[in-house]
């Protein structure tokens, strides 16, 4: 018999994150009847497509990919979406958010007003349409204070609640999906990434991104403390300046209310040393979706939010 | 700068409600930059808005509403911080006895225990509970802030008594490696940096201490294991066999058993995200490729010598964390280990687990957040290693059938201070 304290380890974080997702998206597959991986076309949801592919390499996607379509879109991730799935060769499932505001179940807010938290309607009706009961998305832990809180495998009530005092215990890596009739979990394999993890991992994986994550000019108004991109969605209101300035996004989200920040970073390796140095997090640098109150994202999220 | 690859270390704090866990995590997290602006920001504000001063640490991980209302932690908040050499994963665990069933969840995956004591108060029972449950769950390695010296008049005379406390417990308990600091998570003493009001203490800081601890320390491997998650086709009509390595590494070659069939085989080749390797260490998701054709599947474990044992019975450590008590007869549940899910009856309740002596007492039942050994019957035969021998195979939780909840840990086996 022997005992041995020093045995060959995987030590290397990126190698440990990887492994430990790769280990998740098969449990979860294994253990529930229909998965879907939920997909943004931001970094997070390719790096989550990314590592799906590896866990069922060489065999096809064992479960389809969803976008929640909230048609205020940056062209640019539209294009990524696409080839992104196509590569991956994956079966593309998009949900409108348009038609939940056509079955009347949302008050339409207008050309410009924002629709992000009209999402929550539109992927809870998907999820129950299609029977799913298991949803993948590309949440991290670090990204704000409710996710911190939330388990890998997140239990969802009928109605797609979250409630965050009664989570499932979740024991070593003895992830349980099971569910009945109705209700559904979130998994989350990137849960304990940071975003120098994510952008580390890119870099070594070569991957494939949006265009907008890189430095570019671009035609932009500050509004709310934030560097909007003057487009389709974002008219400049009276008394904005238009200015063009070489920005990047550092997340994707809807045109209306995702800022650009203002940078010269044009390859993953300049990304990195910027997002190793930043001194404001990411969701505050650009969301301003949960800039309405302190509690914004667990409210969001209780509701059955990403 | 350095952007090299790290190694990576888990902790969770543990300790009793009040005695300052989250305060600590908040000042290690602020004293190492690790918070950026517009985090610390809305700690403020929160901070203010409750007219608790200018600015509440325990904030930092406390970030559900009804925990900043109540000023407790109730689950686990998960934070992440590097340093040069090491990315730490930290769960901020609860401390109150309601919300044992969280503390285990952020124990579970700990390598490291920080234990966190109020000097004036000494080791409460709930501190007692919370280090024998991280005993119990294979942590090794402690590291012990004594805090709210500022309270105690910085004395060498209270904080000695604390660590003579420490000192009986952990040697009990068997934690082969142990540093027990004083300090102030308020003000920030021995913390991040050796404070000036503690000139009779020399040894590391908290930070020191976590940096200085050996990452993964927990394993004691007793040969390679790898329980089949999912069957992969490779073109061509083969199959590997795909799950996360733990005990030892697996190499092309080595004569391996399929297991509860019993079957010997040979590894022909090892892939990993589609790519080929020579070696699966412990911790890959990798796919094995065998010699020989055989129907193994989900649930199945696949090892080297010294083999697990198969058996339908097991006599296991419980930690219980359903409403209703756990009795013979009782509910109805299933158990899973590994990647095997099935029915389960519980044969026997040997004991309870009396915290203030550790000591065994007679019981009938466990109750809510109770600690006992049992004798458990399986419809399926499970591949199992001591839990002291291999975390993974060695660790199941049981289902209640009617909700869905985990409503219990259980390690096979009892540990030696039992």
Redesign the interface.
């Known amino acids: ?5 020093h ?14 997702a ?2 998740i998206l ?2 979860v ?2 253990e529930c009847e229909r998965p879907v991986l939920l997909f943004s076309g931001g970094k997070d949801s390719a790096v989550l497509l990314h590592l799906a592919a ?6 096809q996607l064992p479960f389809p990919v969803l976008h929640i379509d909230t048609g205020q879109n940056f062209a640019e991730v539209l294009e990524f979406r696409d080839r992104a799935v196509a590569a991956a060769g994956a079966r593309l499932v998009v949900a409108s958010v348009q038609d939940t505001i056509d079955q009347g179940k949302v008050a339409d807010p207008g050309h410009l007003g924002s629709r992000n938290r009209l999402q929550t309607v539109t992927l809870l009706d998907a999820i129950t349409e299609n029977s799913f009961d298991a949803a993948f998305g590309g949440a991290r ?2 990204e ?3 996710r ?2 939330e ?1 890998v495998l997140s239990f969802r009530d009928a109605f797609g609640q979250w409630d ?2 009664q ?8 992830y ?1 999906g ?3 009739p109705g209700e559904h979990v979130r998994a989350f394999p990137l ?2 990434w ?1 975003e ?2 994510v952008w ?1 991992y890119i870099g070594r994986e070569q991957m494939d991104l949006p265009s907008i994550y890189f430095a570019h000019q671009r035609d932009v108004v500050m509004r709310d403390g934030m560097w909007l991109a003057v487009g389709e969605f974002v008219e400049p209101r009276p008394g904005e300046d238009v200015v063009n300035k070489m920005v990047r996004f550092r997340t994707v989200g809807d045109a209306n209310c995702t800022g650009a920040v203002v940078s010269s970073a044009a390859t993953i390796e300049t990304i ?2 910027e997002v ?6 990411e969701r ?2 650009t969301r301003g979706d949960d800039k309405f109150s ?2 914004a994202m ?1 409210d969001r999220k209780r509701e059955g939010y990403f | ?1 350095e ?1 090299a ?4 270390l888990r902790l969770a704090t543990i300790g009793s409600v009040d005695d300052g866990k989250s305060t600590l995590i908040g000042r290690l997290l602020v004293d190492t930059r690790q918070l ?4 610390l920001d ?1 700690v403020v ?2 901070s203010e ?1 409750r007219g608790i001063g200018d600015l509440d640490l325990s904030f930092v ?1 406390d ?4 925990e900043r209302e109540q000023g407790i932690t ?7 911080a ?1 340093t040069p050499t090491r ?1 730490f ?1 930290i769960a901020d665990c609860p401390g109150h006895v309601s919300y044992t ?2 503390m ?2 952020g124990a ?2 700990a390598d490291l225990a920080l234990a966190v004591l109020d000097v004036t108060s000494g080791l409460k029972e709930q501190t007692r509970r919370h280090l024998c449950i991280a005993a119990l769950l294979g942590v090794r390695s402690i590291v012990v802030a004594v805090n709210k010296m500022d309270m105690a008049a910085w004395s060498e005379i209270a904080f000695q008594r604390v660590v003579d406390q420490i000192e009986t417990l952990s040697r009990e308990l068997g934690f082969t490696s142990k540093v027990v600091i004083p300090v102030s998570a308020l003000l920030g003493d021995n913390v991040v940096t050796s404070s000036a009001n503690t000139p009779w203490y020399a040894g590391p800081t908290v930070l020191d201490a976590l940096e200085a601890s050996e ?3 927990w ?5 390679a294991r790898l329980p089949i ?2 069957v ?4 061509g009509g083969g199959r590997t066999y ?3 390595v733990s ?3 697996f190499n092309v070659g080595d004569r391996v058993t399929l297991l509860p069939a019993n079957v010997e085989t040979t590894i022909r080749a090892i ?4 790519e080929s390797r020579l ?1 699966a ?5 990798a796919d094995l490729d065998l010699a020989d054709e055989t129907d193994a599947g ?1 649930g199945d474990l696949i090892a080297t010598a ?1 083999l697990p044992t198969v058996t339908r019975e097991l006599e296991a450590t419980i930690c219980w ?1 359903g409403e209703r008590p756990l009795s013979v007869g009782g509910q109805r549940l299933r158990l ?2 590994t ?1 095997k899910s099935t029915p389960v009856r519980v044969q026997a309740i040997t004991g309870v687990i009396d915290i203030a002596s550790l000591s065994i007492k007679d019981a009938a039942s466990l109750a809510t957040n109770e600690i006992g050994l049992a004798t458990l019957l399986t419809a399926d035969a499970l591949v199992v290693d001591d839990y002291r021998e291999d ?2 195979t060695g ?3 049981l ?1 209640d059938e009617v909700t ?3 409503v219990a ?1 259980g390690m096979v086996g009892h540990a030696s201070f039992l």
Not at chain 1, 276 to 281: F, G, L, R, T
Not at chain 2, 63 to 66: D, E, P, V
């Open positions: 018999m022997t005992t041995t304290l045995t060959p380890h995987a030590t290397d974080h990126l190698d440990v994150l990887e492994s430990h790769l280990f098969r449990e597959v294994a590896k866990a069922f390499a060489p065999q832990r670090d704000d204070k409710a911190a809180k388990r965050p005092r989570q499932r215990p979740e024991l070593w890596q003895l349980q099971k569910v009945n849960s304990d940071t120098l993890d580390q990195i040393e190793a140095i930043a001194n404001v997090s505050g640098a302190e509690t667990e | 700068m952007l690859t790290k190694d990576l950026f602006d517009d985090q809305a504000a929160a808005k991980t970030g559900l509403r009804a109730i689950d686990v908040a998960y934070r992440y590097t990315k994963i069933r969280n285990a969840t579970s995956t990452a993964g320390s394993e004691v491997a007793q040969g998650q999912w992969l086709r490779q073109p795909a799950g996360m005990g030892e590494a892939n990993f995200g589609g070696e260490v412990v911790g890959l998701a989900r010294p964390f899973k280990h990647t975390r993974v660790s199941f939780v289902i869905n909840a985990t840990a």
